[in-house]
């Protein structure tokens, strides 16, 4: 089976292509092995995401490994919970298909061969899934797990903790100092927010779903 990144790079007539692949850094050694694209989401918008650029480095190593070249690239993403209860929350759902589109759009525009795709968070993991149904090409998801708990006067929180903090400090059964207190320490780490939201059943359901296609194609 022919590479479909062939037609981007192969002949006469697209030596300004691989030009423009050389001004990167790649060599021809390069240039003959499938192109294969490393997709995240990471930014500074979520913890979900914030590390996801680590993980795609990784990513690429393993992608030299296999003999493929990799070609990085970033998709956007929402964080639900600081765009929740304003007007920010109507872009949630927008993310998830502006992620999907953009990641299917740079596949097509350049011909890969195949993607690695590197999510975590409520709207990036299922956008980044459906680009790759979209696709139809060897594919390999990586989820970016969930964030540790913290600890607070002796036990384990998260996020979820101080959702819950907030009502009853309205209630008057918390003060304020004990609030501010709880929400310095309940997400420590990078990750996906620690409770079976979205992004965390998201994941679950992928792993099932792939699980089921690999069994039914086997």
């Known amino acids: 089976m022919k590479l479909k990144s062939r037609k981007t790079i192969e002949g006469f007539y697209r030596a300004p292509h691989r030009a423009i692949y050389k001004a990167m850094g790649l060599v021809d050694e390069d240039l003959n092995k499938p192109l294969v694209a490393v997709s995240s989401t990471c930014n500074e918008a979520t913890p979900c995401n914030i590390h996801l650029g680590r993980l795609a480095q990784k990513a690429k190593e393993g992608v ?40 299917e759009l740079m596949m097509i525009a350049h011909h890969y ?73 309940a997400c420590p780490t990078a990750g996906s927010c620690a409770g079976m939201y979205t992004a965390n059943t998201m994941a679950s359901i992928s792993e099932a779903v792939i699980a089921r296609k690999c069994i039914s194609s086997c």
């Open 64 to 103: 030299k490994d296999a003999k493929c070249a990799p070609r990085e690239f970033t998709a956007i993403s929402v964080s639900d919970v600081i765009a929740m209860g304003h007007e920010g929350m109507k872009a949630s759902l927008v993310s998830r298909e502006v992620i999907a589109d953009s990641i």
């Open 113 to 185: 061969d195949g993607i690695v795709g590197i999510a975590g968070c409520d709207k990036s993991l299922p956008g980044t899934l459906m680009a790759m149904a979209r696709l139809n090409l060897p594919a390999v998801f990586v989820y970016g797990g969930t964030i540790m708990p913290g600890n607070w006067n002796g036990k384990q929180v998260t996020a979820q903790d101080v959702f819950e903090a907030v009502g009853t400090y309205q209630s008057g059964k918390l003060n304020l100092q004990e609030l501010i207190s709880l929400e310095n320490v």
